[in-house]
Protein backbone atom coordinates (compact mmCIF):
# COMPACT_ATOMS: atom_id res chain seq x y z
CA UNK A 1 0.00 0.00 0.00
CA UNK A 2 1.37 3.26 -0.99
CA UNK A 3 2.01 6.29 1.93
CA UNK A 4 -0.48 8.68 -0.54
CA UNK A 5 -3.00 5.67 0.04
CA UNK A 6 -2.67 5.38 3.91
CA UNK A 7 -2.60 8.91 4.54
CA UNK A 8 -5.44 9.24 2.73
CA UNK A 9 -7.00 6.46 5.25
CA UNK A 10 -5.95 7.65 7.92
CA UNK A 11 -7.68 11.28 7.18
CA UNK A 12 -10.81 9.51 6.28
CA UNK A 13 -10.60 7.48 9.72
CA UNK A 14 -10.70 11.28 11.45
CA UNK A 15 -13.18 12.41 9.93
CA UNK A 16 -15.30 8.88 10.70
CA UNK A 17 -14.28 9.13 14.40
CA UNK A 18 -15.47 13.06 14.44
CA UNK A 19 -18.97 11.78 12.75
CA UNK A 20 -19.19 9.26 15.01
CA UNK A 21 -18.47 10.97 18.18
CA UNK A 22 -21.37 13.75 16.73
CA UNK A 23 -23.62 10.85 16.88
CA UNK A 24 -24.32 11.20 13.00
CA UNK A 25 -24.74 9.15 10.61
CA UNK A 26 -23.40 9.24 7.47
CA UNK A 27 -26.46 9.87 5.53
CA UNK A 28 -27.60 12.71 8.61
CA UNK A 29 -23.95 13.98 8.06
CA UNK A 30 -24.46 14.18 4.38
CA UNK A 31 -28.01 15.66 4.84
CA UNK A 32 -27.27 18.39 6.19
CA UNK A 33 -23.99 19.48 4.40
CA UNK A 34 -26.17 18.59 1.15
CA UNK A 35 -24.10 16.21 -0.17
CA UNK A 36 -24.70 12.96 -1.64
CA UNK A 37 -24.38 10.09 1.20
CA UNK A 38 -21.77 8.34 -1.04
CA UNK A 39 -19.11 11.11 -0.68
CA UNK A 40 -19.50 10.88 2.87
CA UNK A 41 -18.64 6.95 2.63
CA UNK A 42 -15.84 7.55 -0.25
CA UNK A 43 -14.21 10.28 2.00
CA UNK A 44 -14.19 8.39 5.18
CA UNK A 45 -12.87 5.21 3.38
CA UNK A 46 -10.03 6.87 1.58
CA UNK A 47 -11.43 6.66 -1.52
CA UNK A 48 -11.95 10.19 -2.28
CA UNK A 49 -9.31 12.93 -0.82
CA UNK A 50 -11.32 16.16 0.94
CA UNK A 51 -10.94 20.15 -0.26
CA UNK A 52 -10.47 22.44 2.15
CA UNK A 53 -13.98 23.26 2.23
CA UNK A 54 -14.99 19.90 3.08
CA UNK A 55 -12.90 19.82 6.33
CA UNK A 56 -14.36 22.72 7.21
CA UNK A 57 -17.44 22.08 6.71
CA UNK A 58 -17.70 18.30 8.37
CA UNK A 59 -16.07 19.98 11.27
CA UNK A 60 -18.40 22.30 11.53
CA UNK A 61 -21.36 19.64 11.29
CA UNK A 62 -20.00 17.79 13.92
CA UNK A 63 -19.33 20.28 16.45
CA UNK A 64 -15.75 19.55 15.98
CA UNK A 65 -14.12 23.67 14.93
CA UNK A 66 -11.29 23.35 16.76
CA UNK A 67 -9.79 19.76 14.76
CA UNK A 68 -10.34 21.86 11.32
CA UNK A 69 -6.38 23.12 11.83
CA UNK A 70 -5.43 19.71 12.32
CA UNK A 71 -7.57 18.43 9.51
CA UNK A 72 -6.36 20.96 7.15
CA UNK A 73 -2.65 20.44 7.83
CA UNK A 74 -3.24 16.99 6.93
CA UNK A 75 -5.22 18.07 3.67
CA UNK A 76 -1.73 19.82 3.37
CA UNK A 77 0.96 16.96 3.25
CA UNK A 78 -1.36 14.61 1.65
CA UNK A 79 -2.03 16.93 -1.16
CA UNK A 80 2.54 18.02 -1.87
CA UNK A 81 2.68 14.50 -1.71
CA UNK A 82 1.10 13.75 -4.66
CA UNK A 83 1.26 16.99 -7.39
CA UNK A 84 -0.39 16.27 -10.39
CA UNK A 85 1.74 17.65 -13.64
CA UNK A 86 -1.51 19.41 -15.40
CA UNK A 87 -2.07 21.36 -12.10
CA UNK A 88 1.78 21.88 -11.32
CA UNK A 89 2.89 22.81 -14.59
CA UNK A 90 -0.16 25.04 -15.01
CA UNK A 91 1.78 28.04 -15.55
CA UNK A 92 4.26 26.48 -17.44
CA UNK A 93 7.32 24.44 -17.57
CA UNK A 94 9.70 27.31 -16.73
CA UNK A 95 7.91 27.93 -12.98
CA UNK A 96 8.98 24.47 -12.18
CA UNK A 97 12.70 24.72 -12.85
CA UNK A 98 12.56 27.65 -10.45
CA UNK A 99 10.59 26.13 -7.18
CA UNK A 100 13.03 22.92 -8.37
CA UNK A 101 16.16 25.05 -7.79
CA UNK A 102 14.83 26.60 -5.00
CA UNK A 103 14.82 22.64 -3.21
CA UNK A 104 17.92 22.18 -4.78
CA UNK A 105 19.69 25.50 -2.72
CA UNK A 106 18.74 23.29 0.73
CA UNK A 107 19.58 19.82 -0.53
CA UNK A 108 23.35 18.72 0.68
CA UNK A 109 23.25 15.47 -0.71
CA UNK A 110 21.71 14.15 -3.96
CA UNK A 111 21.10 10.67 -4.76
CA UNK A 112 19.89 9.68 -7.98
CA UNK A 113 18.87 6.65 -9.93
CA UNK A 114 17.91 6.88 -13.20
CA UNK A 115 16.63 4.21 -15.35
CA UNK A 116 15.31 5.73 -18.54
CA UNK A 117 16.12 9.45 -18.78
CA UNK A 118 19.24 11.45 -18.20
CA UNK A 119 19.33 13.38 -14.75
CA UNK A 120 18.13 17.06 -15.71
CA UNK A 121 21.42 18.28 -13.75
CA UNK A 122 23.27 16.50 -16.32
CA UNK A 123 21.17 16.66 -19.67
CA UNK A 124 22.65 19.36 -22.41
CA UNK A 125 20.20 22.03 -24.02
CA UNK A 126 19.35 20.14 -26.96
CA UNK A 127 18.40 16.97 -24.60
CA UNK A 128 16.76 19.12 -22.40
CA UNK A 129 14.64 20.69 -25.07
CA UNK A 130 13.86 16.91 -26.04
CA UNK A 131 12.50 15.89 -23.01
CA UNK A 132 10.68 19.11 -22.06
CA UNK A 133 8.78 19.06 -25.72
CA UNK A 134 7.81 15.11 -25.27
CA UNK A 135 6.15 16.30 -21.49
CA UNK A 136 4.20 19.18 -23.56
CA UNK A 137 3.35 16.65 -26.03
CA UNK A 138 2.11 14.03 -23.56
CA UNK A 139 0.37 16.88 -21.18
CA UNK A 140 -1.18 18.56 -23.43
CA UNK A 141 0.07 21.88 -22.26
CA UNK A 142 1.74 25.51 -23.16
CA UNK A 143 4.69 25.08 -24.12
CA UNK A 144 7.15 27.31 -22.90
CA UNK A 145 10.25 25.01 -23.83
CA UNK A 146 13.18 27.03 -24.38
CA UNK A 147 12.80 29.05 -21.16
CA UNK A 148 12.31 25.83 -18.99
CA UNK A 149 15.94 24.68 -20.64
CA UNK A 150 17.83 27.79 -19.70
CA UNK A 151 16.23 27.66 -16.52
CA UNK A 152 17.18 23.71 -16.19
CA UNK A 153 21.08 24.60 -17.87
CA UNK A 154 21.35 27.71 -14.89
CA UNK A 155 20.33 25.04 -12.11
CA UNK A 156 23.26 22.76 -13.30
CA UNK A 157 25.75 25.86 -12.44
CA UNK A 158 24.75 24.09 -8.59
CA UNK A 159 27.16 20.89 -9.39
CA UNK A 160 30.18 23.23 -9.25
CA UNK A 161 29.26 24.00 -5.85
CA UNK A 162 31.53 22.40 -3.04
CA UNK A 163 29.68 21.96 -0.64
CA UNK A 164 27.22 19.71 -2.64
CA UNK A 165 27.38 16.51 -3.42
CA UNK A 166 26.19 14.14 -5.99
CA UNK A 167 25.62 10.81 -6.80
CA UNK A 168 24.03 9.26 -9.84
CA UNK A 169 23.33 6.32 -10.95
CA UNK A 170 21.72 5.22 -14.77
CA UNK A 171 21.11 2.13 -16.08
CA UNK A 172 22.92 1.55 -19.67
CA UNK A 173 19.14 1.52 -21.07
CA UNK A 174 19.22 5.27 -20.21
CA UNK A 175 22.22 5.77 -22.68
CA UNK A 176 20.67 4.02 -25.27
CA UNK A 177 17.04 4.66 -25.24
CA UNK A 178 15.88 7.02 -28.31
CA UNK A 179 14.48 10.13 -26.67
CA UNK A 180 15.96 12.62 -28.98
CA UNK A 181 18.07 12.77 -32.20
CA UNK A 182 21.03 10.79 -32.48
CA UNK A 183 23.45 14.16 -32.72
CA UNK A 184 21.93 15.23 -29.66
CA UNK A 185 22.23 12.20 -27.74
CA UNK A 186 26.32 12.18 -29.04
CA UNK A 187 26.60 15.74 -27.05
CA UNK A 188 24.83 14.08 -24.56
CA UNK A 189 27.34 11.02 -23.79
CA UNK A 190 29.66 13.42 -24.12
CA UNK A 191 28.49 15.25 -21.63
CA UNK A 192 28.00 12.64 -19.14
CA UNK A 193 32.20 12.16 -19.54
CA UNK A 194 32.96 15.39 -18.89
CA UNK A 195 30.84 15.61 -15.74
CA UNK A 196 31.83 12.16 -14.22
CA UNK A 197 35.42 13.56 -13.48
CA UNK A 198 33.84 16.36 -11.43
CA UNK A 199 35.01 15.80 -7.86
CA UNK A 200 31.94 16.06 -6.11
CA UNK A 201 30.02 13.93 -8.62
CA UNK A 202 30.01 9.88 -8.29
CA UNK A 203 28.85 8.75 -11.56
CA UNK A 204 28.25 4.81 -11.88
CA UNK A 205 26.33 2.70 -14.95
CA UNK A 206 24.60 -0.51 -14.28
CA UNK A 207 25.67 -2.52 -17.15
CA UNK A 208 23.17 -4.90 -19.08
CA UNK A 209 25.49 -7.28 -18.47
CA UNK A 210 25.27 -6.52 -14.95
CA UNK A 211 22.78 -9.19 -12.16
CA UNK A 212 20.83 -7.07 -10.71
CA UNK A 213 20.20 -7.41 -7.07
CA UNK A 214 17.11 -5.15 -6.81
CA UNK A 215 14.97 -4.51 -10.13
CA UNK A 216 14.98 -1.07 -11.75
CA UNK A 217 11.52 -0.57 -11.15
CA UNK A 218 11.46 3.10 -11.96
CA UNK A 219 13.76 6.08 -11.27
CA UNK A 220 13.78 8.42 -7.95
CA UNK A 221 15.66 10.76 -6.55
CA UNK A 222 16.45 11.18 -2.67
CA UNK A 223 17.52 13.90 -1.35
CA UNK A 224 19.31 14.14 2.05
CA UNK A 225 17.69 12.32 4.24
CA UNK A 226 14.38 14.21 4.19
CA UNK A 227 12.40 13.12 0.56
CA UNK A 228 12.13 10.97 -1.84
CA UNK A 229 11.32 12.01 -5.37
CA UNK A 230 8.95 10.33 -7.83
CA UNK A 231 8.03 11.00 -11.22
CA UNK A 232 5.09 9.48 -13.15
CA UNK A 233 3.21 10.19 -16.06
CA UNK A 234 0.49 11.80 -14.35
CA UNK A 235 2.32 13.00 -10.94
CA UNK A 236 4.90 13.66 -8.51
CA UNK A 237 5.06 11.99 -5.77
CA UNK A 238 6.65 13.52 -2.61
CA UNK A 239 7.97 10.63 -0.11
CA UNK A 240 8.99 11.95 3.01
CA UNK A 241 7.82 8.71 5.92
CA UNK A 242 11.26 7.33 7.62
CA UNK A 243 10.20 3.67 6.67
CA UNK A 244 9.63 4.62 2.93
CA UNK A 245 12.71 7.22 2.80
CA UNK A 246 14.95 3.86 4.40
CA UNK A 247 13.42 1.78 1.75
CA UNK A 248 14.68 3.65 -1.44
CA UNK A 249 18.28 4.08 0.53
CA UNK A 250 18.53 1.05 0.42
CA UNK A 251 17.16 0.19 -2.89
CA UNK A 252 19.98 3.00 -3.99
CA UNK A 253 22.20 1.51 -2.31
CA UNK A 254 22.07 -1.71 -3.86
CA UNK A 255 21.51 -0.06 -7.40
CA UNK A 256 24.88 1.92 -6.52
CA UNK A 257 27.07 -0.93 -5.71
CA UNK A 258 25.54 -3.12 -8.61
CA UNK A 259 27.08 -0.01 -11.06
CA UNK A 260 30.68 0.52 -12.78
CA UNK A 261 32.24 3.52 -11.77
CA UNK A 262 35.48 6.07 -13.74
CA UNK A 263 37.23 4.08 -16.30
CA UNK A 264 34.50 1.30 -16.71
CA UNK A 265 31.85 3.77 -16.31
CA UNK A 266 33.33 5.88 -19.16
CA UNK A 267 34.21 2.72 -21.58
CA UNK A 268 30.26 1.49 -21.97
CA UNK A 269 29.88 5.37 -22.83
CA UNK A 270 32.29 5.40 -25.45
CA UNK A 271 30.30 1.96 -26.64
CA UNK A 272 27.31 3.43 -26.86
CA UNK A 273 29.29 6.46 -28.86
CA UNK A 274 30.83 4.32 -31.48
CA UNK A 275 27.61 2.58 -31.58
CA UNK A 276 25.87 5.60 -32.56
CA UNK A 277 28.05 7.24 -34.81
CA UNK A 278 28.32 4.20 -36.88
CA UNK A 279 24.67 5.10 -37.54
CA UNK A 280 23.88 7.16 -41.23
CA UNK A 281 21.90 10.38 -39.32
CA UNK A 282 24.23 11.15 -36.72
CA UNK A 283 25.90 13.78 -38.48
CA UNK A 284 29.61 12.27 -37.80
CA UNK A 285 32.19 12.65 -40.36
Known sequence: ????????????????????????????????????????????????????????????????????????????????????????????????????????????????????FVPGLLQTAEYARARFSQSVQVLNIGGDVDEAVQARIRRQEILYRTDKRFHFVLTEAALRYRLCSPAAMLGQLDRLISLSALPNVKFGIVGFDTPYAVAPTHGFWLLDEERVMVETFSAELNLAQPQEIELYRRIFEAMAAAASYGRSARDIIKNVIDEISEEPDAGVE
Open 1 to 116: MSSLHEARLALGRRLRELRLQAELSGRQLAESLAWPPSKVSKLENGRQSPTGDDIQAWTTATASADEAENLLASLHMLTVQHIEWQRQLRAGLRPHQTEIAALDAKTRLFRALECT
